[in-house]
């Protein structure tokens, strides 16, 4: 059915309005369908969505619509009415696909006049309009929106220039990045350069003009200070834009905000140089080798240890390290520069991740260490010595002495059973002493001695002015320290069977000597130097202190070479070697015979 009417100007331009005003699709629908109706003098009109689903509506309903059985023509053109429309008092329907056929907008007459399909066209096209306008817009929004969200992410803005105006469209992402809000003025270039840090200013500028100049894209790394002060670093690009005379009109690019990439680097980079630091402070000499041995690294340690630069060397050429890169103790090397070396090699694996499994070295010259090591065997040698010599005067001279007293006062037997004694003990030291070192037996040759067994002519005594006879009424007053009582005994048989020397008291100890000594006040004191507790060496300058005018005479087991100075040097009167040839009476004659200052 066709009938040729005059569509209402004024409803048309209205429907246009409107349609232009409509800010989204659903709104588009609610405000448009309702006049297209009017205008077209449909009895129903309706707009149907994707999924068949009825999206706005007007005018008298259409009941039992099956809209999935509509197959209705993309151009509008008039239709037989479907069958579920029969008995509806449909006379007629049209159809037409609206932006692309997403949507389908369905028009139904009941009766009276259609409009041709022409002017019918001409109105649906203004609704097919706004819906293309719209869709646009809400694309454009989404990518605005997507490109915003996605320099948020990035921390990266973009600029756009405009040089003849000087005015500058800044991203809101771009603001933020300067400390600013989005959009809250208008980022001329000398508002740009007041953001910049001043040392940076000049260098940027001039990459600017040269950029202008030429014509040419650009990328720089620049400083800005926000408003509160802080320092921000931004990597940035840009390209110029030219009029079709090749004119500079337009500068545009992005700005990547690189603050925390730029100071994680500058704190890695001083890490770096603290660790390297730490490395060439280090006192052993650092290499760093790879597979093939090949140095790569070196602290300045390693060239004066190792006689030269050994970057680019091979580890192999100065030293063999076991399989494995273990590392050892006192390994042989030859310096870059001959030296003969004994090296402490310690070794660790870097990182194996990039495949080149680097190898750091640890070297020390092992000969402190060596000597160290001799120096403390040396040590504990002497330890042993001193031990053993010890050992002899308590075990074998003790005896040999108290077996010379003995023979001195008559007692054959007694003398005996010291000598007896006194060898078994001699026999177990000298077993103990040659108790094989370390499961080694001696070999011949461990005997030799180093010097003479001849014990030599003993020394002088210090000799002062002639002595005086003792005048009647002088027995001396002696105290007797040692700490074997055989050696008490005997020497106070010794010195009682004179009829003239009187032993005032024993002390078997350093200690106990200075307690009787204070207590007794002799004039003579015989004191040994081994001793439990306290030596005689402690011992003696206490005595002298405590009584000023006695006598000490040191009467001991070690050779006058070996003590004499020292009691001499705190104050000893005498020094006598225990043994065969004591001339105790002598002595202590001599001693008493000299003047106390002497």
């Known amino acids: 059915m066709h009938v040729n009417t005059v569509l209402d100007s004024k409803l048309i331009a209205e429907l246009a309005a409107r349609s232009s005003a409509a800010a989204s699709i659903p709104d588009l629908f609610a405000e448009t369908v309702h006049m297209l109706g009017e205008i077209a003098g449909a009895t129903s009109t309706m707009v149907i969505g994707p999924g068949s689903q009825v999206l706005a509506s007007s005018g008298s309903p259409l009941p039992h619509i099956e809209v999935e059985l509509l197959d209705l023509p993309t151009v509008l053109a008039e239709i037989d009415v479907p069958e579920p429309w029969a008995g509806q008092e449909i006379s007629a329907a049209a159809g037409r696909r609206l932006h692309g056929g997403s949507f389908f907008l369905l028009l139904a007459w009941a009766e009276g006049p259609v409009p041709h399909a022409v002017?019918?066209?001409?109105?649906?096209?203004?609704?097919?309009?706004?819906?293309?306008?719209?869709?646009?817009?809400?694309?454009?929004?989404?990518?605005?929106?997507?490109?915003?969200?996605?320099?948020?992410?990035?921390?990266?803005?973009?600029?756009?220039?405009?040089?003849?105006?000087?005015?500058?469209?800044?991203?809101?992402?771009?603001?933020?990045?300067?400390?600013?809000?989005?959009?809250?003025?208008?980022?001329?270039?000398?508002?740009?350069?007041?953001?910049?840090?001043?040392?940076?200013?000049?260098?940027?500028?001039?990459?600017?003009?040269?950029?202008?100049?030429?014509?040419?894209?650009?990328?720089?790394?620049?400083?800005?200070?926000?408003?509160?002060?802080?320092?921000?670093?931004?990597?940035?690009?840009?390209?110029?834009?030219?009029?079709?005379?090749?004119?500079?009109?337009?500068?545009?690019?992005?700005?990547?905000?690189?603050?925390?990439?730029?100071?994680?680097?500058?704190?890695?980079?001083?890490?770096?140089?603290?660790f390297r630091a730490l490395v060439e402070a280090c006192p052993d000499a650092i290499v760093v080798f790879d597979r093939t041995g090949a140095i790569v690294q070196a602290n300045g340690h390693a060239a004066v240890l190792l006689g030269g630069d050994t970057v680019g060397r091979s580890v192999k050429e100065i030293v063999q390290l076991p399989s494995g890169h273990i590392g050892g103790a006192g390994l042989e090397a030859v310096g870059l520069d001959g030296r003969h070396l004994q090296l402490d090699i310690a070794t660790t694996l870097l990182s194996d991740d990039d495949g080149e499994g680097l190898v750091a070295g640890f070297l020390r010259d092992a000969g402190p260490r060596l000597y160290g090591e001799a120096t403390a065997a040396r040590l504990r040698e002497a330890q042993v010595r001193r031990r053993q010599a010890l050992e002899l005067n308590d075990s074998v001279i003790q005896g040999l002495t108290a077996a010379s007293l003995a023979t001195q006062v008559g007692d054959d037997i007694a003398a005996k059973q010291f000598l007896g004694r006194t060898l078994t003990a001699a026999r177990h030291m000298m077993n103990e002493w040659l108790d094989p070192l370390e499961g080694s037996d001696l070999e011949p040759g461990d005997l030799v001695r180093t010097g003479s067994s001849d014990l030599g002519r003993m020394p002088d005594q210090p000799q002062d002015a002639a002595p005086s006879p003792l005048r009647e009424g002088d027995q001396p007053r002696i105290l007797l320290v040692d700490d074997n009582t055989d050696v008490r005994r005997l020497l106070r048989t010794k010195l009682e069977a004179t009829g003239y020397h009187e032993i005032v008291g024993e002390a078997a100890d350093g200690a106990e000597a200075i307690e009787m000594a204070q207590l007794l006040q002799p004039n003579v004191v015989l004191l040994d130097l081994a001793m439990p507790h306290m030596d005689g060496l402690q011992a003696l300058p206490r005595i002298l202190a405590d009584v000023p005018d006695v006598r000490v005479i040191v009467l001991s087991g070690f050779d006058q070479e070996t003590m004499a100075d020292k009691a001499f040097a705190l104050g000893a009167h005498a020094y006598l070697e225990k043994g065969l040839r004591m001339d105790i009476e002598g002595v202590i004659e001599t001693v008493l015979s000299r003047q106390p200052s002497a």
């Open 119 to 274: 002017d019918i066209y001409i109105t649906t096209t203004i609704l097919d309009s706004a819906l293309a306008r719209i869709s646009a817009e809400e694309e454009l929004a989404d990518l605005s929106a997507r490109v915003d969200n996605a320099q948020l992410l990035a921390n990266m803005g973009d600029y756009d220039w405009h040089i003849a105006t000087d005015t500058n469209r800044w991203s809101d992402q771009l603001y933020r990045i300067y400390g600013h809000e989005p959009q809250s003025f208008n980022a001329s270039y000398d508002v740009f350069l007041s953001h910049l840090h001043p040392d940076d200013r000049e260098r940027i500028q001039t990459v600017h003009q040269t950029a202008y100049a030429s014509g040419e894209p650009y990328q720089m790394i620049e400083r800005i200070v926000r408003p509160d002060g802080e320092m921000r670093y931004l990597s940035s690009n840009g390209q110029v834009v030219l009029d079709a005379s090749g004119t500079p009109i337009r500068m545009r690019g992005t700005c990547i905000d690189i603050t925390d990439r730029v100071l994680a680097e500058q704190d890695r980079e001083r890490i770096s140089l603290r």
